[in-house]
């Protein structure tokens, strides 16, 4: 919740509320809308922190601002070029607007002249909330970039949809700085500097925290020609355990989930005892909503349990790390396929799937939609507690949508299963992994198979090592390969070692084979 001396404001409908959103065009003029040039409290912004179905770590979602303007806008004040550029500007005449013509300016006139913009996408908007005509304490609801500028049929009304900076990274191929960070396959990196230095080369401010996988260092486990900044922030706030936002100063924040609690107090009959005390309230910031400020509240009949594992693995089948381990678990949250952790060793997955499973455990809430008066100091990821005539119902906002003006109003959502289903999509799917290892374990009713694999790359090209040992029901069966693929500009050679050990009920027998394979390239 962000700290606003006129917070309370927002909660009275009879307080005067004015929006101003300054424009910078792409011309460099600037132009300044307020209630009158907004259509019907047209206005409405959507912030998110996870808006899947399953809560999801990790994710990075931009903030939309969408407002329906007239299309001429009245000039409060004498534009900086009025002398020079006045027959860019309109006036009203016999109902219709018609440009200024003379061969010099008019004298200028107050709530008289009109400009027409012929394009707002790429101006840049920073939009605030004044309450009672109380210009020195504006609260600024965000910085924004107009990406959409849509006519309606008549052309009386446009709609501009416009987001924040992380829109802009989220999207921006990022594969030339991640290959600069690791000039040689020996250069290390941590967390920390890996979020710095992406940070400076996107040019966003980000909040200045300690996150839990911070001190993980890695080298140059990955290649890619085409690396997203959502592929590495993502990567960077799911194995802490955050969300990625943009706050209203246009900061980038780590979002934490954090415990929230009711809060013990002994019975009054047992005070003064100097024994009892408290126990510590929410540790989580609550915002409450009684019955004066909802208007409506939907909610599951069930809460999002708190997850009892962690585990980090590469892939799909990987065994990985986890943590707790030589637990049952009945509700285990996966990482997989995130490129940060390719190449770690057992106890470092371990590791990290620790401080993540310390840091997540303690979350539940209450999948729900929650309609009420606007309030832009409340911020995605805080905790709500909405009482109802027949639930308390306590969540966490990932998703809300503001709209209007004079009459704000909010809808929180929050979305979950009461368990995970241990299915995670993978969103590395374009980067290729230049040195790792996994662990495949795979079981089912006629064979259980362990694949090991290790790859490496050298200077004259990529090796792989597998070995796989197959346990079938009248069968066991162990394989060790070596693959080399050496690669010049020519001659392309493929080298394969192998040897293997079949052991039947009736029979032993071994095998060694080697393969050697040329071929001009085309």
């Keep these: 919740m962000i700290n606003y001396e006129n917070i309370d404001k927002f909660r009275q409908d009879s307080v005067q509320k004015d929006i101003k959103i300054t424009i910078l065009l792409t011309n460099n003029n600037t132009l300044t809308l307020?209630?009158?040039?907004?259509?019907?409290?047209?206005?409405?912004?959507?912030?998110?922190?996870?808006?899947?179905?399953?809560?999801?770590?990790?994710?990075?979602?931009?903030?939309?601002?969408?407002?329906?303007?007239?299309?001429?806008?009245?000039?409060?004040?004498q534009p900086s070029d009025w002398t020079t550029n006045y027959q860019n500007y309109y006036h009203i005449s016999n109902g219709q607007y018609v440009k200024v013509t003379g061969t010099s300016a008019p004298t200028w006139a107050s709530n008289t002249y009109y400009t027409y913009v012929e394009n707002y996408v790429g101006a840049q908007m920073t939009v605030e909330l004044i309450l009672d005509n109380d210009t020195t304490r504006s609260f600024v609801l965000g910085y924004y970039t107009v990406t959409e500028d849509t006519h309606d049929a008549n052309r009386t009304k446009r709609t501009l949809k416009a987001y924040d900076a992380l829109y802009k990274a989220l999207n921006t191929d990022v594969s030339a700085w991640w290959d600069s960070l690791f000039p040689t396959l020996e250069t290390t990196r941590t967390i920390k500097q890996i979020r710095d230095s992406f940070f400076a080369y996107i040019g966003i401010t980000q909040e200045t925290t300690a996150l839990i996988n911070d001190t993980v260092t890695?080298?140059?486990?990955?290649?890619?020609?085409?690396?997203?900044?959502?592929?590495?922030?993502?990567?960077?706030?799911?194995?802490?355990?955050?969300?990625?936002?943009?706050?209203?100063?246009?900061?980038?924040?780590?979002?934490?989930?954090?415990?929230?609690?009711?809060?013990?107090?002994?019975?009054?009959?047992?005070?003064?005892?100097?024994?009892?005390?408290?126990?510590e309230t929410t540790l989580a910031d609550i915002f409450g909503v009684d019955n004066n400020q909802y208007i409506t509240c939907k909610y599951e009949d069930?809460?999002?349990?708190?997850?009892?594992?962690?585990?980090?693995?590469?892939?799909?089948?990987?065994?990985?790390?986890?943590?707790?381990?030589?637990?049952?678990?009945?509700?285990?949250?996966?990482?997989?396929?995130?490129?940060?952790?390719?190449?770690?060793?057992?106890?470092?997955?371990?590791?990290?799937?620790?401080?993540?499973?310390?840091?997540i455990k303690v979350v539940t809430y209450m999948p729900c939609e929650i309609y009420v008066r606007g309030n832009p100091c409340i911020e995605v990821g805080d905790a709500v507690r909405c009482l109802t005539p027949r639930q308390t119902v306590t969540t966490f906002i990932m998703q809300r949508t503001l709209t209007g003006i004079q009459a704000l109003k909010d809808r929180y959502t929050s979305?979950?299963?009461?368990?995970?289903?241990?299915?995670?999509?993978?969103?590395?799917?374009?980067?290729?992994?230049?040195?790792?290892?996994?662990?495949?374990?795979?079981?089912?009713?006629?064979?259980?198979?362990?694949?090991?694999?290790?790859?490496?790359?050298?200077?004259?090209?990529?090796?792989?090592?597998?070995?796989t040992v197959s346990q079938k029901a009248d069968e066991l069966e162990s394989t060790v390969s070596y693959q080399s693929t050496e690669i010049s500009d020519l001659i392309e050679t493929v080298s394969t070692n192998k040897s293997e050990i079949n052991q039947r009920a009736d029979t032993i027998s071994a095998s060694v084979t080697a393969e050697t394979q040329a071929r001009q390239n085309a």
């Design 34 to 77: 307020t209630n009158s040039d907004v259509f019907s409290e047209d206005l409405s912004i959507i912030e998110s922190i996870c808006s899947q179905n399953e809560l999801k770590y990790g994710d990075c979602e931009s903030s939309q601002i969408t407002v329906g303007v007239t299309e001429f806008i009245l000039q409060k004040s």
């Design 218 to 279: 890695l080298t140059k486990t990955i290649q890619s020609n085409s690396m997203t900044g959502a592929q590495v922030l993502n990567a960077i706030c799911e194995i802490n355990g955050v969300f990625g936002h943009m706050s209203r100063l246009n900061v980038f924040k780590y979002i934490s989930l954090d415990v929230i609690t009711e809060g013990l107090y002994p019975d009054d009959d047992l005070y003064p005892d100097d024994n009892l005390y408290p126990e």
């Design 302 to 359: 069930y809460e999002c349990l708190p997850v009892d594992c962690v585990q980090v693995c590469q892939e799909d089948g990987d065994i990985g790390g986890s943590y707790p381990t030589g637990t049952t678990v009945t509700n285990g949250y996966k990482i997989i396929g995130n490129f940060l952790v390719y190449g770690q060793t057992t106890a470092n997955l371990n590791t990290i799937a620790q401080r993540l499973y310390n840091k």
């Design 415 to 467: 979305q979950g299963n009461e368990r995970y289903n241990f299915v995670v999509d993978n969103i590395q799917q374009s980067i290729m992994q230049l040195r790792g290892k996994t662990n495949v374990l795979t079981r089912d009713v006629e064979e259980t198979k362990s694949t090991v694999t290790a790859q490496g790359i050298t200077i004259g090209g990529m090796q792989t090592s597998i070995s």
